[in-house]
């Protein structure tokens, strides 16, 4: 790892499973990816909503990503192989109420017809 992003980016075992983590904090790596990556947060986005970060953590976790790609890709695979797998298991009764709502909503059963 490069000195830089050393100072920035830690692995300790027993520390968010042992994950790359924004040193002095518990904020991972891969969370600053996903949050650059699918949301579309730029590094000064970032930091506004943690601003217990600075830029150059947040950079240094992005440099840190592309040093380890693969790995870093395949943490968040797992992550989200794992919250499918739990969803499945206990669905959520809300999007359930949601999508019976939506159903009703389209086939027009959802509102009565009016009479003029």
Same mark, same amino acid.
């Given at each position: ?10 692995? *300790? ?5 042992? $994950?790359p983590?924004? !040193? +002095?904090? %518990? ?23 943690f601003?217990q ?9 992005? *440099? ?5 790609? $693969?790995?870093?890709? !395949? +943490?968040? %695979? ?6 499918a ?14 999508e ?17």
């Amino acid at each position: 790892m490069r000195a830089s992003v050393k100072e920035h980016v830690k692995i *300790t075992s027993g520390i968010r499973g042992g $994950k790359p983590t924004i !040193a +002095e904090h %518990r904020i991972r790596v891969m969370d600053i990816v996903l949050w650059h990556n699918k949301l579309g947060w730029s590094p000064d986005e970032i930091v506004s909503q943690f601003p217990q970060l600075t830029l150059a953590d947040v950079y240094a976790a992005l *440099t840190y990503y592309w040093d380890h790609k $693969k790995e870093i890709e !395949a +943490e968040i %695979r797992r992550a989200e192989e794992a919250e499918a797998k739990a969803r499945s298991r206990h669905p959520s009764r809300l999007m359930e109420k949601l999508e019976a709502k939506r159903s009703e909503v389209l086939s027009g059963r959802a509102y009565p017809k009016r009479r003029c």
